[in-house]
Every structure is written in structure tokens, then in C-alpha cells.
């Protein structure tokens, strides 16, 4: 493990960009079904209240923003100027700023790349930062479709982007900058599509975590080289739990989940059959989600009550 893989690990820990479930209480997920960690890797930029305060930033400023003519130019450089200011004022964010500058600097010809690309929204916490690293223009991604170029000026230097008209970037080459893949669909739907409207071709992505849950293969067949400073498996929490993150019993709790989730979240009700009835029993969210995972009997008859 080198050390740009080495301080994005810790630093998923330190900042609770990866939380590990206490190992008789793994965490429930919208569709009813468990888990023993989450992850929120935009939880890097500061730790989660820098991170959900530039969330809450960019969602004013995108309604503000819908309203100008041309939509959508404003906010870029509203997002730089936050994203720059904290890789030099956030000890944590500049560590993780450092760590994909050197990254793309290993394993990236940055010569054979024209400009660096974010998708909406968490994107944007990195792909910013790393355009301004290497002086590359910045193409903003939006949900619908929109593209606008620019806003990724020197701290302080207000620039606007410009929107992207269908083929003005023909020929073009673009890396793009993802804080995690899972199985890919936003490529697959939204930015790879947006960049070969415009003429040009995502050739590269790098991602600061991989999920390994298909990614890699989805952007393979998309002609796209993958890269990823970090990915989620057994190792990480091996190292995880010989540097204190974790202990024992959340580390087998975990590793069992990495090999067969299914299986393992079943093994875990029946070893804990109080566990579904004391969700029950608590209302709000956890309520609805328990009551979900029994109706979907996504556990099979351990989920009986």
C-alpha cells in the first residue's frame, strides 16, 4: 500500500466518511435490508458539518441559480471558491487534495487530458479541486443534462462558466473526478453521454473510493480507464482494525458482510431474534424499515415476528 492509499484510508475513518456499525446495532438502509458500515465519502471535505454546509450551499445556490440566463453558470465558480478556500485553510481537505494530485500525477499522462469533469452534486467536492491542482478547465455536470465549462478559477478570482453546446468540444479528451463508484449508472446514464454530446470523451476516471460492486467492468465496456485511490474489501478493514478503527467482533461482522451480505445480515437476526421486535418498537425510520425488511422477507423466516 502506498501512501496516497494509506492517508485516504485514514482519513475515510477519521473524517466518518466510512462508519462502522456497533456489532450488535448495523444500520438499516432505505429498503429495509441491514448493514454493518456506511459510507458518506463526501464526509472528506472537513468531516461531516463542512461537508453538509457545502451541500446546503450548493442546493441555495443552485435555485438561485436556475433563475439567471444562462441557468447553471454561477454556481461553479460559487463552488470553487468554497472547494479551494478549504484545501488551503482544511488541514484534512488539503491532505485529500495532495492525495489526488499525486495520484493522477503517477498514473495519468495529465498532458493527454483537455479538461476535468464533476457530476451533480458530490462530485464537485473533488473534481474542482482537481482541475485547479493542474490549471485545467473544469465541465460541470448537471442531473439533467446541462453542461457548463469554467468556474474553476484561483481562489477569489470569480470567473463564470460558459454553457456547452452540443459538439463545441469536439475531439476533446476528459478526465473525470468521482468521490465513489458503486455499479457506475451515473456514467452509464448522465456523464458519459453529456461529454459525447458535446463532441467529447471521457477517456479516464479516477475515483477516491470503489465500492467494487461493478464499477470497474460498467466503465470498461464504456472505453473508460478506471482508476481508484481506494476500494472497500477485506483489506480495508484489516488495516481498519489493526490501527484501533474498528474491533474485533465489528471486523468479523464486516467481513462476513463483504463475502455474502444475504448471508450474513440473516446469520445476524438469528443470532440477535430481539433485534427486529426492538426496531419495531422504536418508531420513525427504523420502525418503517424493519417493517419493510419483514414484508420483503428479504432474510427469509428469520424475519417472522
Given at each position: 500500500m502506498n501512501a496516497t492509499q494509506e492517508t485516504i484510508e485514514r482519513l475515510l475513518f477519521e473524517t466518518g466518511a466510512i462508519r462502522v456499525a456497533p456489532e450488535d446495532r448495523p444500520f438499516w438502509s432505505t429498503s429495509g435490508t441491514l448493514g454493518p458500515y456506511y459510507c458518506n465519502t463526501h464526509f472528506r471535505f472537513g468531516g461531516e458539518p463542512a461537508a453538509a454546509e457545502l451541500l446546503a450551499l450548493?442546493?441555495?445556490?443552485?435555485?438561485?441559480?436556475?433563475?439567471?440566463?444562462?441557468?447553471?453558470?454561477?454556481l461553479p465558480a460559487k463552488i470553487a471558491e468554497r472547494v479551494l478556500g478549504a484545501a488551503e485553510d482544511d488541514a484534512r481537505f488539503r491532505a485529500v487534495a495532495d492525495c489526488i494530485s499525486a495520484y493522477l500525477e503517477s498514473h495519468v499522462d495529465m498532458a493527454r487530458v483537455d479538461f476535468i469533469s464533476g457530476g451533480e452534486r458530490r462530485d464537485w467536492f473533488f473534481s474542482f479541486v482537481a482541475a485547479s491542482r493542474f490549471s485545467l478547465p473544469h465541465l460541470t455536470i448537471y442531473k439533467d443534462g446541462r453542461m457548463v465549462l469554467g468556474g474553476a478559477p484561483p481562489r477569489g478570482a470569480g470567473d463564470t462558466a460558459v454553457p456547452v453546446a452540443d459538439g463545441s468540444l469536439a475531439g476533446l479528451r476528459c478526465l473525470h473526478v468521482s468521490d465513489l463508484i458503486t455499479e457506475a449508472s451515473s456514467y452509464v446514464r448522465a456523464w458519459a453521454p453529456a461529454a459525447a454530446r458535446a463532441g467529447a470523451r471521457i477517456t479516464t476516471s479516477l475515483t477516491i473510493i470503489d465500492r467494487l460492486q461493478g464499477g470497474g467492468a460498467a466503465l470498461a465496456k464504456l472505453g473508460i480507464e478506471h482508476l481508484a485511490i481506494a476500494s472497500i474489501d477485506a483489506g480495508l478493514?484489516?488495516?481498519?482494525?489493526?490501527?484501533?478503527?474498528?474491533?474485533?467482533?465489528?471486523?468479523?461482522?464486516?467481513?462476513?458482510?463483504?463475502?455474502?451480505?444475504?448471508?450474513?445480515?440473516?446469520?445476524?437476526?438469528?443470532?440477535?431474534?430481539?433485534?427486529?421486535?426492538?426496531?419495531?418498537?422504536?418508531?420513525?425510520?427504523?420502525?418503517?424499515?424493519?417493517?419493510l425488511c419483514i414484508e420483503s422477507r428479504v432474510y427469509g423466516s428469520v424475519t417472522k415476528i
Amino acid at each position: 500500500m502506498n501512501a496516497t492509499q494509506e492517508t485516504i484510508e485514514r482519513l475515510l475513518f477519521e473524517t466518518g466518511a466510512i462508519r462502522v456499525a456497533p456489532e450488535d446495532r448495523p444500520f438499516w438502509s432505505t429498503s429495509g435490508t441491514l448493514g454493518p458500515y456506511y459510507c458518506n465519502t463526501h464526509f472528506r471535505f472537513g468531516g461531516e458539518p463542512a461537508a453538509a454546509e457545502l451541500l446546503a450551499l450548493i442546493d441555495d445556490e443552485s435555485q438561485k441559480d436556475a433563475g439567471r440566463q444562462p441557468p447553471g453558470c454561477v454556481l461553479p465558480a460559487k463552488i470553487a471558491e468554497r472547494v479551494l478556500g478549504a484545501a488551503e485553510d482544511d488541514a484534512r481537505f488539503r491532505a485529500v487534495a495532495d492525495c489526488i494530485s499525486a495520484y493522477l500525477e503517477s498514473h495519468v499522462d495529465m498532458a493527454r487530458v483537455d479538461f476535468i469533469s464533476g457530476g451533480e452534486r458530490r462530485d464537485w467536492f473533488f473534481s474542482f479541486v482537481a482541475a485547479s491542482r493542474f490549471s485545467l478547465p473544469h465541465l460541470t455536470i448537471y442531473k439533467d443534462g446541462r453542461m457548463v465549462l469554467g468556474g474553476a478559477p484561483p481562489r477569489g478570482a470569480g470567473d463564470t462558466a460558459v454553457p456547452v453546446a452540443d459538439g463545441s468540444l469536439a475531439g476533446l479528451r476528459c478526465l473525470h473526478v468521482s468521490d465513489l463508484i458503486t455499479e457506475a449508472s451515473s456514467y452509464v446514464r448522465a456523464w458519459a453521454p453529456a461529454a459525447a454530446r458535446a463532441g467529447a470523451r471521457i477517456t479516464t476516471s479516477l475515483t477516491i473510493i470503489d465500492r467494487l460492486q461493478g464499477g470497474g467492468a460498467a466503465l470498461a465496456k464504456l472505453g473508460i480507464e478506471h482508476l481508484a485511490i481506494a476500494s472497500i474489501d477485506a483489506g480495508l478493514f484489516d488495516r481498519a482494525l489493526a490501527a484501533g478503527y474498528v474491533n474485533e467482533r465489528q471486523h468479523a461482522l464486516v467481513l462476513g458482510y463483504l463475502s455474502d451480505p444475504n448471508a450474513a445480515m440473516r446469520a445476524f437476526l438469528a443470532e440477535h431474534p430481539g433485534f427486529l421486535r426492538s426496531a419495531l418498537d422504536s418508531g420513525g425510520k427504523d420502525a418503517e424499515r424493519a417493517r419493510l425488511c419483514i414484508e420483503s422477507r428479504v432474510y427469509g423466516s428469520v424475519t417472522k415476528i
